[in-house]
T-cell receptor
Framework: GAGVSQSPSNKVTEKGKDVELRCDPI?????LYWYRQSLGQGLEFLIY????????KSGLPSDRFSAERTGGSVSTLTIQRTQQEDSAVYLC???????????????FGEGSRLTVL | AQSVTQLGSHVSVSEGALVLLRCNYS??????LFWYVQYPNQGLQLLLK??????LVKGINGFEAEFKKSETSFHLTKPSAHMSDAAEYFC??????????????FGGGTRVLVKP
């Protein structure tokens, strides 16, 4: 597609249920990022994938959060046993690798709004 | 630890007036600085960025920002606000944009309201 695509756009779930959020990056982009945007909290880095390298998971808030990226393209963020504090907008971004190893501009999707009741 | 502070979570300006959004950072290494804009129900869009070189950076939609190392600031300005500028603006920081990637640290955001 032309941009970063995320699904679902809205998800309402009950406390304790597992959820999966999907991100389709821009074709050819080697880097993929997940951020969380909570009300009044700004944007919080969660995890970063770059090519075949081991992902940078330093921002994941707990072991209930995990993410994978299959075939270097689509990524899924999984939240197990959801809690009310997980309610937020989850944003995915991708970027390309330029000559010299520099990464380019981050392109963001519209986000997946998660509401945990 | 690096951090980004945006002064004012909400700013109200009149159409045609100056827009000034403040951003300060703390870092022990040279920063790379960014401003992003988020329109309602949309993702973030890059307005402008400072990496190296000229400290006055021009971006899209008439916005510009100036990197002032002595003040650890990267304030965003636009001479004349337009109704379409109503959005939320985020300042972001990175200490590297090399192969390890743009792991950005964001400020809390400033929501801009433009009055007719």
């Amino acid at each position: 597609g032309a941009g970063v695509s995320q699904s679902p756009s809205n998800k309402v779930t009950e406390k304790g249920k597992d959820v999966e959020l999907r991100c389709d990056p821009i074709s050819g982009h080697t880097a993929l990022y997940w951020y969380r945007q909570s009300l009044g909290q700004g944007l919080e880095f969660l995890i970063y994938f770059q090519g075949n390298s081991a992902p940078d998971k330093s921002g994941l808030p707990s072991d209930r959060f995990s993410a994978e990226r299959t075939g270097g393209s689509v990524s899924t963020l999984t939240i197990q046993r959801t809690q009310q504090e997980d309610s937020a907008v989850y944003l995915c971004a991708s970027s390309s690798r330029r000559p010299g190893g520099l990464t380019g501009e981050l392109f963001f999707g519209e986000g997946s709004r998660l509401t945990v009741l | 630890a690096q951090s980004v502070t945006q002064l004012g979570s909400h700013v109200s300006v009149s159409e045609g007036a100056l827009v000034l959004l403040r951003c300060n950072y703390s870092s022990s290494v040279p920063p790379y600085l960014f401003w992003y804009v988020q329109y309602p129900n949309q993702g973030l869009q890059l307005l402008l960025k400072y990496t190296t070189g000229a400290t006055l950076v021009k971006g899209i939609n008439g916005f510009e920002a100036e990197f002032k190392k002595s003040e650890t600031s990267f304030h965003l300005t636009k001479p004349s606000a337009h109704m379409s500028d109503a959005a939320e603006y985020f300042c972001a920081y990175s200490d590297e944009i090399k192969a390890a990637g743009n792991k950005l640290t964001f400020g809390g955001g400033t929501r801009v309201l433009v009055k007719p």
